[in-house]
């Protein structure tokens, strides 16, 4: 929409003047009220989200900015000087509403020194503030939910005021909504609870203004331009336009998104790929926040926060068809912050479709084939069985290096250098991959016994100690204590492993504890306050005790085994199934698996019989034999099942497009329905709609006496003159003879007086403040008589009849 200039001299009719500074003219209260209703939309679903406690005060700040918005919109002060004010009212706004969510205890230390308690409740939110500024500028963690809340709060003020002062001021309706309706997209999206209703309601509410701000602008230049309208057509316009809407929600429900395109993946890459690592800085800021349940990219990325209650569904991931399994690798942590681990592997490598990794040749080994479906989206990770050496997908992976030769190197026969082994650190297809995909992965699966374990010695190579000892700098005294403590009289590498694996199961797990506070060592917390966590925090404290003691050991996130069902030979792998755990290193065992969460099963490994050989890492690898040729599905010549699996997996898939097909069908006809509703409704509209527009109130005053005539069942011909329709009315009326008398005589002044109705004229015929005045009070006291008219009938028929009452609203 165009700005306008206003002129406070103008007038849109003679005696009339408007807002000097108020862009819209009519239905301003209707526009008022929806667009609060917008607003209060966002805040509510920024609340219902569930992401933390206490921003229910975001309605109280939500009312403050259209208040004060509404005043600033109405008032004679410029742009610059409403800007600066609201900035400064909304800050103290939000500061004096998280006052109330200290608690005594944390005012304490303030009160103690004799502040008061108003302004020591605000001194504690400036300080968390400042904790926080601090450990953005540090790169460091922050689990303070205060910092986030008030964000929130001025976001939202923000947004609602200068919406109010767009749309109000300017007209600017566009403008205003679009920046709401994108945070509530986001929200939505992100958020941990689903809040897909209000977006539903937000799109409604916003096109209906939409409608109403156009009309209003339209009657601004029907005015100017003298052309005649019904001031009755606002409702038909919000008939169609509410009508319109649900058409257009209902269309964008049924459509299909434009995720699903393989070329719109592949433009949108480097945009997934900068997001990634906003988010992961996100979580970072912000671990105390509740995260929304979604097995994406973002779940599974080069960081793992140690932060706040875990919230997981029971939505199926994937499934998988395989003999046995126990866990589904999908990233490896190799470096702890203090607050997180991450993943600094830095070579990438791209592997095809049945292409082999060059993985190390560990000893008691054996490759194992795994079928994944998918039931939703991954971000495209791949999963699987530790180690994955092939994949039916084209991939890329984040890859680490490891001191021993690969499985498929020449292993410095004839005098050539051995291939250089590597393990996946996280991978991800190259091809997109949808929820109702499948893959097969082929990994090259330990079969290790406790025995083996226990045979091995402590020669580890210099590059696993460089990398997988590492703990930060103020690492904790008391955690590598209790690390000796644990493992005293153990001593295998396994016994000392297994000990303090025993050790952590022991304590209570519970998925809803707090994050721990910014000034506390995470696995302190865990091991000594509050002595109850969820996985990460059991995979971390075993971690740093088993490296405080010079053991080799890293933290991996992916999935457990899940829920095997015999009927379908299916492990089916869900939300709830996401885990972290960890893993040891053996010298030529490779890295093995511990489970130190009680939430899980305990991992038990067969006892053994034979030990392994004291010279196991450095013997050469028997690389004439290739180990995939019982189990390869991809090897060439090799069936092991795959015609069973694909038929099978043929089959799934062809009753999935008869799912899809049946869905299409029925939302096509549901679509047909809604257009044809549509169309009727739009065509009886045009038939039955005002075929003229008039500006001024005589001709709105006389057709609504005409319609009330009708639903009182008063006929009123066309070929009676206006003082004879009156005086039927008068008839049945004798209490508003003298109303309908006044506005009667007005329109038929209006209407057939000489240039009563020309433009530009200024004749005493024309409408006037006095007469307009006049004919309103008139109008207002005739509708209480037309209404308990109109229930007089109604109550006559029903005694009349005998019929329900209900019948009568139905009808």
């Known amino acids: 929409m ?255 998104g434009l995720g699903h395109s393989f070329q719109v993946r592949n433009v949108m890459a480097p945009l997934n790929e900068r997001w ?79 292409e082999a990794v060059p993985v190390a040749g560990w000893a008691l080994r054996r490759p194992m084939t795994q079928t994944i479906t998918l039931r939703s989206p991954t971000g495209n990770i791949l999963f699987g069985a530790p180690d994955i050496v092939r994949a039916s997908v084209p991939f890329e992976a984040l890859v680490q290096p490891l001191p021993a030769p690969s499985l498929f190197g020449p292993a410095g026969t004839d005098g050539e250098p051995a291939a250089t082994a590597v393990e996946i650190a996280l991978a991800r297809a190259r091809t997109p991959l949808e929820a109702g995909d499948s893959y097969t992965v082929v990994s090259y699966y330990t079969e290790v016994t406790q025995r083996a374990l226990r045979s091995v010695e402590a020669d580890f190579p210099p590059e696993i100690l460089e990398k997988y000892l590492q703990l930060p700098e103020n690492f904790s005294p008391r955690v590598a204590e209790t690390a000796r403590t644990v493992v005293a009289g153990q001593e295998t590498l396994y016994d000392k492993a297994k000990a303090i694996e025993t050790f952590l199961r022991g304590y209570t797990y519970n998925d809803a504890i707090s994050a721990p506070p910014p000034d506390v060592d995470p696995v302190e917390y865990f091991l000594y306050d509050i002595k109850e966590g969820y996985c990460d925090y059991y995979a971390t404290a075993m971690a740093v005790m088993l490296r405080s003691l010079g053991i080799p050991a890293r933290v991996v996130s992916g999935y457990a085994e899940g829920t095997y069902d015999e009927e379908t030979g299916l492990f089916y792998i869900t939300e709830r199934d996401a885990h972290t755990w960890v893993e040891v290193y053996f010298p030529g065992l490779g890295w093995i698996e511990f489970e130190p969460t009680a939430g899980e099963s305990t991992l038990n490994r067969p006892v053994g019989n034979d030990p392994i050989p004291a010279d196991m890492a450095s013997a050469p690898l028997d690389t004439n034999l290739d180990p995939y040729m019982e189990e390869d599905p991809f090897a060439p010549g090799l069936d092991m099942g795959a015609e069973s699996l694909l038929n099978e997996e043929f089959a799934m898939e062809g009753g999935t497009e008869v799912l899809a097909g049946q869905s299409r069908w029925l939302g096509a006809l549901v679509l047909l329905g809604v257009l044809s509703a549509g169309a009727w409704l739009v065509w009886r509209t045009r038939l ?124």
């Open 276 to 354: 990634q690592e906003t988010t992961e800085r996100w979580n970072r800021l912000y671990q105390g926040l509740n995260r929304q349940t979604r097995p994406t990219t973002a779940a599974f990325g080069r960081t793992l926060s140690l932060g706040g209650e875990r919230n997981v569904g029971n939505s199926i991931v994937f499934q998988v068809n395989t003999a046995q399994g126990r866990y589904w690798r999908a990233v490896v942590y190799d470096t702890y912050t203090g607050r997180q681990w991450l993943n600094t592997s830095d070579e990438e490598l791209n592997f095809d479709a049945q």
């Open 2 to 256: 165009a700005t306008r200039t206003f002129d406070s001299t103008r007038t849109d009719r003679p005696g009339r003047r408007y807002s000097e500074n108020v862009y819209f003219q009519d239905g301003r209260l209707f526009t008022g009220i929806l667009v609060s209703l917008l607003y209060l939309i966002l805040a509510i679903s920024l609340d219902a989200a569930g992401y933390v406690s206490d921003m229910t005060l975001l309605v109280p700040v939500t009312l403050g900015a259209l208040l004060l918005g509404f005043l600033m919109a109405y008032s004679r002060f410029d742009g610059f000087f409403a800007l600066s004010h609201s900035m400064f009212t909304g800050l103290a706004w939000i500061l004096y509403l998280m006052t109330g969510l200290v608690s005594e205890a944390e005012l304490a230390p303030f009160q103690n020194n004799g502040i008061p308690e108003l302004q020591a409740r605000a001194y504690f939110i400036l300080l968390r503030w400042l904790n926080w500024v601090d450990a953005a500028l540090n790169n460091a963690a922050s689990a303070d939910n205060y910092v986030f809340i008030f964000e929130m709060s001025f976001l939202v003020w923000w947004l609602t005021y200068l919406g109010v002062w767009a749309i109000f001021r300017y007209g600017y309706t566009w403008r205003a909504v679009i920046p709401a309706g994108l945070v509530l997209l986001i929200n939505t999206y992100y958020a941990p609870r689903s809040i897909l209703g209000f977006l539903i309601f937000f799109c409604l509410v916003a096109m209906i203004l939409f409608v109403r701000t156009h009309l209003a602008e339209q009657q601004i230049r029907w005015r100017e331009q003298r052309v005649h309208f019904s001031q009755d057509i606002t409702l038909d316009f919000l008939r169609n336009g509410f009508l319109f809407s649900v058409l257009i929600i209902t269309l964008a429900w049924l459509s299909p």
């Open 688 to 811: 039955s709609g005002p075929n003229r527009f008039d500006p001024d109130l005589p001709p709105i005053f006389f057709g609504r006496l005409q319609q009330w005539a009708a639903r009182l069942g008063l006929s009123l011909p066309p070929t009676q003159t206006p003082y004879e329709q009156a005086h039927q009315l008068e008839r049945a009326l004798p209490v508003a003879r003298e109303p309908i008398h006044t506005i009667i005589h007005s329109y038929v002044h209006y209407r057939f007086s000489r240039n009563s109705h020309s433009p530009g004229t200024s004749g005493s015929l024309r409408s006037s403040v006095d007469e307009d005045g006049q004919l309103m009070a008139a109008w207002n006291s005739l509708q209480p008589i037309f209404w308990k008219a109109w229930l007089r009938k109604m109550m006559r028929t029903i005694l009349r009849r005998k019929v329900d009452p209900f019948s009568l609203l139905e009808r």
